[in-house]
């Protein structure tokens, strides 16, 4: 698992990355009501802001930790947004991503430095 400074995590199998965000950002959310997911096939580059996630206290956007086509979004997580708060670092996925560059891992960080850096 590689993670973002804005909080995402991503997870990646082949040429497909898993991202959400993580633990950390739930706790900083609140109780999450609401989420909004990108649309399939949409083209984006790294940073791009992506989603919202909202909660009882305040809005966020999602970023893209990386560049590449979204593929698939968790349908699960329109239905229940409150699984963000139980599960924000696995079934709580918002969309998957066909990479562009999978050089661009390079550049995330890694479970130390993400810890390092929420310290």
């Given at each position: 698992?590689?993670?973002?400074?804005?909080?995402?995590w991503?997870?990646?199998?082949?040429?497909?990355a898993?991202?959400?965000i993580?633990?950390?950002?739930?706790?900083q959310?609140?109780?999450?009501?609401?989420v909004?997911?990108?649309?399939?096939?949409?083209?984006?580059?790294?940073g791009?802001?992506?989603?919202?996630?909202?909660?009882?206290?305040?809005a966020?956007?999602?970023?893209?930790?990386?560049?590449?086509?979204?593929?698939?979004?968790?349908?699960?997580l329109?239905e229940d947004p409150?699984?963000?708060?139980t599960?924000?670092?696995?079934?709580?996925?918002?969309f998957?991503?066909?990479?562009?560059?999978?050089?661009?891992?390079?550049?995330?960080?890694?479970?130390?430095?993400y810890?390092a850096?929420i310290?």
């Amino acid at each position: 698992m590689k993670f973002t400074e804005d909080h995402e995590w991503i997870t990646v199998s082949g040429d497909i990355a898993t991202v959400g965000i993580t633990g950390h950002a739930q706790e900083q959310l609140g109780d999450v009501v609401f989420v909004e997911l990108p649309e399939v096939g949409r083209a984006v580059a790294k940073g791009d802001a992506v989603g919202v996630v909202e909660s009882v206290k305040v809005a966020s956007d999602v970023y893209s930790p990386l560049g590449g086509e979204i593929t698939e979004t968790n349908p699960a997580l329109v239905e229940d947004p409150a699984l963000v708060n139980t599960d924000p670092e696995s079934g709580a996925w918002f969309f998957r991503l066909k990479l562009a560059d999978p050089a661009e891992l390079d550049a995330l960080l890694d479970a130390d430095a993400y810890q390092a850096l929420i310290s």
